[in-house]
């Protein structure tokens, strides 16, 4: 279970984040929606420890970020990799890096659920197609059974066909494995389709939040409803008769 | 604006001060006895010791190292450079008489340096890749890696000795002038052409450019309101370097070309141990390149403000 | 005047990446230009803008980000004088007006540079520079990546209010055919370097005939919500 205590994060004398409390259980989904500047990215840096608290706490079950290691899944899938390593040995940094063995079985088992193909593996990341190279991604963020991943605008490199199919893999594999998915995104369609919560952040604190459907359905505030209305008109969510 | 010009000229006192300091120090701590350095330069024989006590305390060496600095930047503060510890005489004016004498060489170098590197670098971007560019970069490569000492003498062999069309020593003439310059400026075309070079090459691959032509603005257009800007803003960083490269290149072809000026002033000062000259001509060099370091970050600021804005 | 192209194609490094293709598009038109990413849809666009600009024809291009159409150490006041010579129209405050007030940037400061502008802003500055020149065909080029949905989403609409009626046509070029299906009325779909499928949006949409349209119908939006 993800804590997230009335935080607070400071940047240049002004706050970027400011009383942000979240929680997100085990095998569940939060989606973190908002737009470019409201701090989306810095509540990531703030979880995974980057970025110091100005004030609150951050904890997975009552334990600091040092010690459960969330891992992240980062937007522009190419620039995520070191260039020269091919993806095998990018894949496996996490495990190097936290000491723990190679367990091939896992690691083919997870390239089967995010079809990626064996020898893809063996190529460098210039050498393969974004959408490949954001599956890789998330191979690489699951490898080392992480109880939390976080999620940086997973999909708004890829074309539109490519992210319903990834969300849909990312989806599988988090019933799978269990772990706890922080999204944040600023496609209000993709939170909606598998997000269990949405909590809306606007210029540093969440306005709105709750569970998916109920946000849908009647957002309460102005900025939630102009979110809301803003993926009717551009076609990410459709209303039928 | 008002408040980043203030916080560069705030620097700018920081280097300065930090410069005199600096200076007074090295030649303080030196090996050898000062006193007798001065001595030697001013009678330009060996001195019975009781010379040399008087020396050491006309000088204010014997008074200890801050008092002796408290006596030198006091004056300083007021304006007054101080007399020469070799021959008494105020330093301002001769330091006023070598300048004289660089400040022309160091002009026309930068001037032949913008003169070649411009064309160069535009005739080298005409086709990048092409042989042209090649030999326009090899050749700048070259200049940058010839050390001015050197290029002075084989200009002096060519122009003075051999074919006797230029005078090589002293500074009579104008005609005098062009030797040392043309050695200075040749350097300083080397590294601008490098930098101006790729400055062009970077801009042309901005991410935009396409946007306009396809808006129907002419070619030449684009190439002088946006290629050229792009262009202009990391030469404008250089030329602060390129400053720095000119005026160490100076005090060797001055000694080299015999030059009165700067150069010899300040190597005669530093073997003569003759603090107030030395600390002059650091003084005045610092201020020079302070100055136009703070012009060049005023108008880097100009050309791209998003610097300004990060910084403040 | 229709528009009218015959046999674009393209070829990188040897391989052929546009296949040749005819394009017909009448005044007024709105049409979408939807494929995978890969597929050719931009190459299609940026061909199809040369050539008709060789021919004389005025059109205009809003490319993906405002940072690809401006230029950051100029001002905004430059931009727009550099497109009205561009376009060999005389400096016209009222037209200016005219259409910064139509796009809602009425309020920006143009002797400001690009980045002083919020993105959407500039977008739409983008938009306007496009339409000074009231021109015969509009392409805009993923206009909705680079910028959050709301922004987004009241750019496209500020631009069909100011398009209705007139004989501006407009192509969207778009991954997306949730994007495109509410604001074209005629649909392209491209793969692999063709155009393989062209049809009114009614009729793509309800009946994709091949495998990239059926594709791109099926995932056209995240989830249908009853009313």
């Keep these: 279970m993800l804590t997230v205590e009335n935080v607070a994060v400071r940047r240049a004398n002004t706050l970027a984040l400011e009383g942000i409390t979240l929680s997100l259980a085990q095998g569940r989904t939060l989606a973190v929606v908002g737009e470019s500047g409201a701090g989306k990215s810095t509540l990531i840096g703030a979880i995974l420890g980057l970025v110091p608290c100005a004030a609150g706490e951050i904890a997975w079950a009552g334990e600091p970020v040092r010690t459960y290691r969330p891992s992240l899944v980062m937007q522009e899938p190419r620039r995520a990799f070191n260039p020269r390593l091919s993806l095998r040995r990018s894949v496996c940094e996490p495990l190097v890096a936290q000491g723990l063995p190679r367990d091939e079985a896992r690691l083919s088992r997870l390239c089967q659920g995010l079809e990626i193909q064996p020898d893809l593996l063996d190529r460098l990341p210039s050498q393969v197609s974004i959408g490949q190279a954001q599956r890789v991604g998330i191979l690489r963020a699951l490898i080392a059974s992480p109880p939390l991943v976080l999620f940086d605008e997973p999909l708004s490199a890829l074309d539109a066909v490519t992210q319903k199919h990834t969300a849909r893999l990312i989806a599988e594999l988090q019933s799978e494995e269990g772990f706890a998915a922080l999204i944040v995104t600023h496609d209000l369609g993709y939170a909606a389709a598998y997000a269990d919560e949405i909590a809306v952040l606007k210029a540093g604190k969440i306005v709105e939040g709750g569970p998916t459907a109920a946000f849908i359905d009647r957002p309460q505030t102005e900025y939630g409803k102009s979110l809301r209305n803003a993926a009717f008109a551009l076609g990410a969510l459709e209303q039928v008769a | 604006m008002t408040r980043v010009v203030f916080g560069l000229f705030l620097r700018a006192c920081v280097v300065l001060t930090g410069a005199a300091m600096a200076t007074f120090a090295l030649l303080w701590h030196a090996p050898g006895d000062p006193a007798l350095a001065v001595a030697l330069a001013r009678y330009r024989t060996v001195v019975p010791d009781a010379v040399l006590d008087h020396v050491r305390a006309e000088a204010g060496f014997d008074a200890g190292y801050w008092p002796a600095f408290w006596d030198w930047l006091g004056p300083l503060l007021r304006g007054d450079f101080g007399q020469s510890a070799v021959t008494g005489r105020d330093v301002w004016p001769e330091l006023v008489t070598a300048m004289s004498y660089t400040a022309p060489v160091a002009l026309l170098a930068l001037g032949i340096g913008m003169a070649l590197s411009v064309p160069l670098a535009l005739l080298a971007t005409k086709r990048p890749g092409s042989w042209l560019d090649r030999f326009a970069v090899a050749i700048a490569s070259l200049g940058v890696a010839i050390p001015a000492f050197w290029l002075g003498l084989l200009l002096i062999l060519l122009f003075a000795v051999q074919l006797g069309w230029l005078p090589a020593m002293g500074a009579r003439t104008t005609a005098h002038m062009i030797l040392p310059a043309v050695t200075l400026g040749l350097g300083v075309a080397a590294s601008l052409t490098r930098i101006i070079r790729s400055g062009i090459l970077e801009a042309r691959g901005k991410p935009f450019l396409p946007a306009f032509l396809r808006r129907g603005v002419s070619a030449r257009g684009v190439q002088r309101h946006h290629i050229a800007p792009h262009a202009g803003v990391p030469v404008v960083t250089v030329f602060g370097l390129e400053l720095a490269f000119l005026l160490e290149g100076l005090v060797t072809v001055e000694v080299i070309f015999s030059r009165p000026g700067l150069g010899g002033f300040l190597v005669s000062a530093i073997s003569a141990r003759d603090f107030p000259k030395v600390q002059a001509v650091v003084l005045v060099t610092a201020l020079i390149f302070v100055t136009v370091n703070l012009l060049i970050d005023i108008i880097y600021r100009a050309l791209d403000p998003r610097i300004g804005e990060q910084n403040a | ?227």
């Design chain 3, 1 to 227: 005047m229709t528009i009218m192209v015959r046999g674009l194609s393209a070829e990188r490094s040897g391989r052929t990446i546009l296949y040749p293709t005819d394009l017909d598009i009448k005044p007024g038109e709105r049409v979408g230009l939807v494929g995978a990413s890969g597929s050719g849809k931009s190459t299609l666009g940026h061909m199809l803008i040369d050539t008709l600009l060789a021919q004389g024809h005025s059109v205009a291009h809003v490319p993906q980000s405002p940072d690809e159409a401006l230029d950051p150490l100029r001002s905004m006041r430059f931009h727009w004088q550099e497109a009205e010579q561009a376009l060999r129209l005389p400096a016209d405050t009222d037209r200016r007006m005219a259409l910064f007030e139509a796009l809602r940037i009425e309020g920006g400061d143009l002797s400001k540079r690009p980045w002083g502008w919020s993105r959407g802003m500039q977008q739409r500055f983008v938009i306007a520079m496009a339409l000074l020149g009231t021109p015969d065909l509009l392409v805009m080029d993923e206009p909705t990546s680079a910028l959050d949905p709301v922004v987004a989403a009241q750019m496209m609409a500020l631009l069909d209010d100011y398009l209705a009626g007139g004989s501006t046509a407009l192509m969207l070029i778009t991954h997306d055919l949730g994007l495109a299906a509410r604001r074209v009325s005629r649909l392209m779909v491209m793969d692999a370097g063709r155009v393989v499928e062209d049809a009114p949006s009614e009729r793509l949409l309800t009946a994709p005939q091949t495998q990239a349209a059926q594709s791109l119908c099926a995932h056209r939006n995240w989830m249908k919500l009853p009313c």
